[in-house]
C-alpha cells in the first residue's frame, strides 16, 4: 500500500483532498493513552471467556497517538455542513441555529449523568421538568394533555392513531378508514396502515390547499379519523380547518394534526383551538434540536381530554394532598396503549426544550413564528423571478418552488441542489412533496438575518443565470467537494415511496 501520508497533502492546516481511514494512520507501536501501572495482580482475561468467543481473525486495531486520532476527526468533522456553518434551507425540517444556551442547560451534570433506571425518588428534577414541558407544550398546542414519549414524529403519529383506534374500539365501534391529504409526510399513511386502517388519499385542490367538499364527499361513519398537516408540506395555510375539523366530528370522527410544521404558528395559532383532537410535535425541528444527519428525535403527542385514557404509560403525575409532594411514574392507566419504548427516549431533548421555551417565552415563540414566516415570503419574492411557483400564494414558514422555468437548459432540481453544494449551501429538500414535479422546498427558518437571506437567494439566482449561460458546469455540480457528483439520477427521476399521488406541473 502507498504511504497514504502522500495524499495527505497539507496535513498542517486540514486542507487535505483526502483523508486516509485511522487504520491507515496506524504506525506500529504508536499509542495515545497512557494508563497507571497495575495495582492488582494481571489475569489472562482470554482464558477466562467462554470457548469460541476469541476472535483471531482481526487484523489489528489502530495504533494511533492522541494528536493522529484528534486532527483525523477534527478534519472529517469540517466536511460537514451545519447550523453552526451556515444556512441549511432543508424545507420540511427546519433546521434551525439554536441557541448554545440550551445545550449547556442539556449538558449539566444532574440531567446528562442521570441514569434512567434511578428510582423516581433520585430523578425528581428531571421528571418535574418533563412534567412543566408537557404542560408548556399543551399551552403551546391548546391540548389537555402530552405525552413526551414518542421518540419521532412517526412514532408520534402512530401513538396517535393507536389512540385514536382505541378511543373507537372502547365505544365499539369498528371503523376502517383515515382520510390522508395527498400533500401528506409519508409517515401519515404508514402510520395509519400500521393500525390496519385502508388509506384514503384526499386530493388539495388547485391552490394547494384542503377544501371542506373534497372531506364532506369522502366522510362516513366507517372513517376512524383525518390527518391533517397544518401549515401543509407545500408551506400554506390550510385555511379550512375549522370547518374540515367540524365534518370530520359530525360523523364522528378524530382529527389527527401532524404538528411538524408546529415551527410557523408558535404563540399565533393552537391547533387545539381549531379543531384539532391529538397531534404530534417533532422537539428536532421546532424546540432546539435540528433536524437530521441521523441526530436524537422526540415526538411528543398532545391530546384532547377525550383521549387521555389511552396516552402511552408511564405518565409523569405530580402528587397532591395527602400523597405528598413530588413527582412519580404513574402506570395506572388501566386503558393505555401500553408503552412505545426503554425509559425517557432523548432526554437530553426535553431539556433543551424547555430551556428553549422558558428563555424566549410566549412573546419571543412568536415572533419565532412571525420571522420565520417573513423570512420564507421574502426569499419567495427574491426568487420567484428565476423559478417556477407551482402555488403562487403567500406562504408560511417555508416556500416550494420548481425547476420548471429552467426547463428548456436542461437543469433540473437535482442539478440546482448540487451547486448550491458549491455556493457553501446544504441543498433545500428536493423532489418533496410528491405532488409537485421537480419541487425544491426552502425553509430559511427565523435565524437568519437580512443579509445571509439575501446571500443565499443571490446564490440561487446565479445558478439560474448559470443553467442558461454555462449550464455543464451546473449539470456537473458540484466542483469543490471533495467527492464529485454521484449518479442519484435514478433515485430523483423515481421516488422510492409508493404514497405518489399525481404529481401536478
Ligand atoms: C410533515 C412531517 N410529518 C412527519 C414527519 C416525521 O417526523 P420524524 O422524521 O421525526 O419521524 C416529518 C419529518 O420531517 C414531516 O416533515
Known amino acids: 500500500m502507498s504511504d497514504p501520508r502522500a495524499r495527505i497533502g497539507n496535513t498542517g492546516t486540514g486542507f487535505s483532498y483526502e483523508e486516509p481511514l485511522v487504520f491507515e494512520l496506524s504506525r506500529p507501536g504508536r499509542i495515545g493513552y497512557s494508563l497507571p501501572a497495575y495495582d492488582v495482580p494481571p489475569v489472562d482475561a482470554v482464558q477466562m471467556l467462554p470457548d469460541g468467543s476469541v476472535r483471531d481473525d482481526i487484523e489489528g486495531m489502530p495504533e494511533v497517538s492522541e494528536v493522529d486520532v484528534v486532527r483525523h476527526f477534527t478534519r472529517m468533522s469540517t466536511w460537514n455542513a451545519s447550523v453552526d456553518l451556515g444556512l441549511y434551507p432543508l424545507g420540511s425540517c427546519t433546521m434551525k441555529y439554536n441557541p448554545k444556551i440550551n445545550e449547556r442547560a442539556a449538558r449539566l451534570g444532574g440531567f446528562a449523568d442521570a441514569h434512567p433506571l434511578q428510582p423516581a425518588s433520585e430523578q425528581q428534577g428531571f421528571l418535574e421538568l418533563c412534567h412543566r414541558l408537557e404542560n408548556e407544550l399543551a399551552e403551546i398546542c391548546g391540548m389537555d394533555r402530552v405525552t413526551l414519549q414518542p421518540a419521532a414524529g412517526a412514532q408520534g403519529e402512530l401513538a396517535g392513531i393507536m389512540m385514536i383506534r382505541a378511543y373507537h374500539e372502547h365505544r365499539g365501534e369498528l371503523r376502517s378508514k383515515i382520510l390522508v391529504p395527498d400533500s401528506a409526510h409519508g409517515t401519515n399513511p404508514a402510520s395509519a396502515a400500521l393500525n390496519g386502517y385502508e388509506v384514503v388519499a384526499i386530493p388539495s385542490d388547485e391552490d394547494g390547499i384542503l377544501h371542506p367538499e373534497a372531506i364532506e364527499a369522502v366522510m362516513s361513519e366507517d372513517v376512524a379519523g383525518l390527518m391533517i398537516t397544518n401549515p401543509s408540506t407545500l408551506g400554506l395555510f390550510e385555511e379550512h380547518v375549522v370547518r374540515i375539523c367540524e365534518i370530520v366530528h359530525a360523523k364522528g370522527g378524530l382529527v389527527y394534526g401532524d404538528g411538524a410544521n408546529l415551527n410557523a404558528l408558535l404563540g399565533i395559532a393552537r391547533p387545539g383551538d381549531l379543531g384539532i383532537d391529538v397531534m404530534h410535535i417533532n422537539l428536532h425541528k421546532t ?9 436524537p428525535g422526540s415526538g411528543p403527542v398532545g391530546v384532547k381530554n377525550v383521549l387521555a385514557p389511552y396516552l402511552p404509560t408511564p405518565v409523569v403525575r405530580e402528587l397532591a394532598g395527602a400523597e405528598g409532594a413530588g413527582f412519580v411514574l ?26 428553549y421555551i422558558r428563555s424566549l417565552g410566549p412573546d419571543g415563540l412568536k415572533r419565532c413564528a412571525e420571522m420565520a414566516v417573513l423570512n420564507a415570503n421574502y426569499l419567495l419574492a427574491r426568487l420567484r423571478t428565476a423559478y417556477h411557483v407551482p402555488f403562487d400564494r403567500a406562504v408560511m414558514h417555508e416556500c416550494v418552488l420548481t425547476d420548471r422555468s429552467l426547463q428548456d437548459t436542461g437543469v433540473t432540481t437535482l442539478d440546482v441542489a448540487k451547486r448550491l453544494i458549491d455556493y457553501g449551501y446544504h441543498p433545500p429538500t428536493i423532489y418533496f412533496p410528491l405532488i409537485v414535479h421537480g419541487a425544491i422546498m426552502i425553509e430559511p427558518t427565523e435565524s437568519e438575518s437580512l443579509d445571509g437571506l439575501d446571500r443565499f437567494a443571490d446564490a440561487m439566482l446565479a445558478i439560474a443565470q448559470e443553467a442558461r449561460e454555462d449550464a455543464d458546469t451546473v449539470r456537473t455540480a458540484p466542483h469543490h467537494t471533495r467527492r464529485s457528483r454521484l449518479d442519484e439520477t435514478r433515485a430523483a427521476r423515481k421516488p422510492i415511496l409508493r404514497w405518489q399521488p399525481a404529481a401536478r406541473d
Open 287 to 295: 424546540f432546539s434540536t435540528p433536524h437530521g444527519g441521523g441526530g
Open 330 to 355: 404513574d402506570y395506572d392507566l388501566p386503558q393505555s396503549i401500553g408503552r412505545l419504548h426503554a425509559n425517557f427516549g432523548n432526554a437530553g431533548m426535553f431539556v433543551r426544550a424547555h430551556a
